[in-house]
């Protein structure tokens, strides 16, 4: 009895241990149970993708299969391999590899329509001079033998057709569906606003009160979802206005002008007037703390940066020069602007007058009211940048050059060329306005401060490693807005003695003038010596007003009046390389795998049938036990 | 239910029970009538409610045939047309494909 109960017990005890040992490699091979893709697929990382954007009549943009499209690569670096892809090459289909500067319009409808490929992939081309360019892939090219490296690209847009049909069914999901499935979305952000004299934004300012408008873009677009560093065609621009708030700023008797000053830095400008036109609506409809009626003028910073010998361009609009009263109110516009330009490098010169305006936001508002404006820009007639809108407008665009050898501190100290040519049109600018706000005093002591200008633009390369992007996604207050809203209110604003709670909360304070002000808590620099920081709070007249079009409010998705561009929704974005083997291999590993599987279970047929002649023990034919 | 064991007049009822409830728009019912009955129609030895039997089987026969060839016209039109439709075609629709018109 106790040998069987401690033999029970130690046959338990190897029983749990061996239960124990399972449970653990199991265990274990869960958790490694990818292993075996990771051996297959490498994912690339660094990508941008295409996506598809929709309007009240199109689409633009890429889609790919649900699955995802696969195909062969093959490097394409000059025309002639464009023949292997489409009608030479053995093993169809092909993905493109496509070499930065060969990505054109004519390439690109050569390749449009061909069964043979199944996707393209782009490879920015940055100007290095002497090596030469290289895809930097590791894996082989096509060639004539397996296995063959492929890549897969995922990017099923859910949009389809145009805006209307996305928003109504969209609508349709939400309205009717137990788990609605929404297909796109509208592209919005926010607008950034202040003024230099603080008005009281819950209600009207006076019919009498005259208001000047600056305004300037903040964001851009290129060919590929959330690659937009747009730097001649809106961060300079921005930059050289922020200079000029600044500048205004620090004058004396600011306070004491007869007209105010507004500052505006409209988002999604790029599509459609996105910005620009919710707040001409805005304005309409009564809305806006600011009416069309108190706008005495008009002042847009177009594309600033690269200024040929210096020139900037004055650009009026001939149709509402027609009006008697406003052609005198353009020209005084234009006197000012001049004038103020004497003693700074800058060459102010009108435009032909009959010219129409370039693409501005002050189009927006001419369709609104007839208001006296100008826009300034680098160019006569066709743009200086040869890169407007892509994913090349970069630092290097506008011959933004640092020496070599300088540590991450110097650079933000070092003074480019392009900011002091910055700084010379937001002088410039900020006298003109100074000029037409009524201010009689001396203007030659206003001046912007060109280290102004690299901070923004050297904090833009300390904001983690790749720059910031200027695309107006659909998420809310994208890093540019938030940045032009900060920088705005750190060099407008004043420091007030508020604790953190008053900052945060101003409306608790018995404060008369905190309508007139946003009161902002700001972390503060870090101390050299020591590793905290001192937060301090700032008094400023910066807003933010919504930035989405109009047509989604009215809920006219296809309207001409407004822009009506919304952004797919989409599931997975990724691509990924892996090596293909031949057609034969593959079809011989499944014979095999087949064979194989019919001789075991005959195996185990004959084992079975024959399992007495086998395995017959001598003498044993009783009962085991279990 | 094993029709064997059933009583004539039974199944007499039964199968005129499902040919007037398939008037109800529901063409299934004449579709069981019709593969329920149809050996007892057609092929079993004659009995007294045998006739009976085989004019309804017959006539379940008739409706499910018209029921299958316009719900077969019906359902080929709306998936070559569904994206042509545009407006009127998503109205229509339970689940909308993603992606595609």
């Known amino acids: ?626 | 239910m094993n029709l064997e064991r059933v009583p004539n007049e039974e199944k007499l009822n039964l199968c005129r029970k499902y040919y007037l409830g398939g008037f109800a728009l529901l063409p299934f019912l004449w579709l069981v009538n019709v593969l329920w009955f149809c050996r007892e129609a057609f092929l079993a030895p004659a009995y007294t409610e045998q006739p009976q039997i085989k004019s309804y089987v017959q006539r379940s026969a008739v409706g499910l045939l018209f029921w299958v060839v316009v719900l077969t016209t019906w359902v080929t039109i709306f998936q070559t047309h569904r994206a042509r439709w545009g407006e009127l075609g998503d109205y229509l629709s339970f689940t909308i494909p993603l992606g595609i018109p």
């Open chain 1, 1 to 626: 009895m106790g040998a069987g109960e401690r033999g029970g017990r130690g046959s338990r005890g190897a029983e749990t241990l061996f239960r124990a040992l399972l449970f653990c490699v199991l265990g274990c091979g869960f958790c490694w149970g990818n292993s075996v893709e990771r051996k297959i697929y490498i994912p690339l990382n660094k990508t941008a993708p295409c996506v598809r954007l929709l309007n009240a009549t199109h689409q633009i943009g890429c889609q790919s299969s649900m699955n995802g499209d696969t195909g062969v690569i093959h490097v394409v670096e000059k025309d002639q391999d464009l023949k292997w892809v489409l009608t030479d090459g053995p093993h169809p289909p092909y993905m493109v590899l496509l070499e930065g500067e060969l990505f054109t319009r004519e390439l690109m409808l050569q390749l449009k329509g061909s069964s043979r490929i199944s996707g393209l992939a782009v490879a920015i081309s940055k100007p290095s001079p002497a090596q030469g360019f290289s895809p930097g892939l590791k894996c082989p090219n096509d060639g004539f033998e397996y296995p063959l490296c492929a890549m897969q690209l995922f990017a099923h847009m859910h949009a389809v057709t145009n805006t209307v049909t996305c928003m109504r069914r969209s609508s349709l999901q939400t309205a009717f569906s137990l788990n609605p499935e929404e297909v796109c979305d509208a592209l919005s952000d926010y607008n950034v606003w202040s003024t230099l004299k603080p008005i009281n934004t819950s209600s009207k300012i006076g019919p009498m009160d005259e208001v000047i408008i600056v305004a300037t873009r903040i964001d851009s677009h290129s060919f590929f979802w959330n690659v937009a560093p747009g730097a001649e065609s809106a961060v300079a621009s921005f930059v050289t206005h922020l200079a000029a708030a600044e500048a205004l700023h620090k004058v004396a008797d600011v306070q004491m002008l007869p007209r105010n000053i507004m500052f505006t830095f409209f988002q999604g400008e790029t599509f459609d007037y996105i910005g620009s036109s919710r707040m001409v609506y805005d304005m309409k409809m009564d809305k806006f703390p600011i009416r069309l009626d108190n706008i005495h003028s008009f002042l847009e910073l177009s594309q600033v940066a690269l200024r040929n010998s210096s020139v900037l361009w004055v650009h009026t609009d001939p149709v509402s020069r027609r009006n008697e009263s406003i052609q005198p109110q353009v020209k005084t516009l234009v006197e000012a602007l001049i004038n103020s330009s004497m003693g700074a490098n800058v060459t102010l010169q009108e435009v032909d007058q009959s010219q129409p305006l370039p693409p501005s936001s002050f189009q927006r508002f001419l369709r609104a009211k007839s208001i006296p404006g100008v826009v300034l820009a680098d160019h006569r007639t066709s743009f200086q940048n040869r890169y407007y809108q892509s994913m090349y407008d970069t630092a290097e665009n506008i011959l933004m050059k640092y020496p070599e050898g300088l540590s991450p501190e110097e650079t933000l100290d070092y003074v480019t060329d392009t900011a002091k040519s910055l700084a010379e049109v937001a002088t410039v600018v900020a006298r003109a306005l100074y000029q037409l706000a009524g201010g009689t005093g001396n203007t030659s002591a206003i001046q912007a401060d060109p280290r102004t200008s690299i901070i923004k633009q050297d904090l833009k390369g300390l904001l983690g490693d790749e720059l910031p992007q200027h695309y107006i996604a659909v998420t809310t207050l994208v890093n540019t807005t938030q940045l032009v809203q900060y920088v705005l209110a750190n060099l407008t604003g004043t420091v007030v003695n508020f604790t953190k709670e008053e900052c945060l909360n101003p409306e608790k304070t018995p404060n008369p003038e905190k309508e007139m002000y946003v009161y902002t808590w700001a972390q503060g620099s870090r101390d050299p010596n020591s590793t905290s920081r001192v937060p301090f709070c700032v008094q400023s007249t910066v807003h933010l007003t919504k930035a989405a079009s109009p047509a989604f409010e009215l809920k006219q998705w296809g309207s001409t009046e407004y822009s009506t561009w919304t952004e797919s929704r989409w599931k997975d974005i990724r691509a990924r390389i892996f090596l293909v083997a031949s057609k034969e291999l593959e079809i011989i590993t499944l014979v095999v795998g087949i064979a194989i599987l019919i001789l075991s279970l005959l195996a185990t047929y004959f084992i079975n049938a024959k399992a007495h002649v086998l395995f017959s023990s001598s003498g044993d034919g009783g009962a085991v036990a279990y």
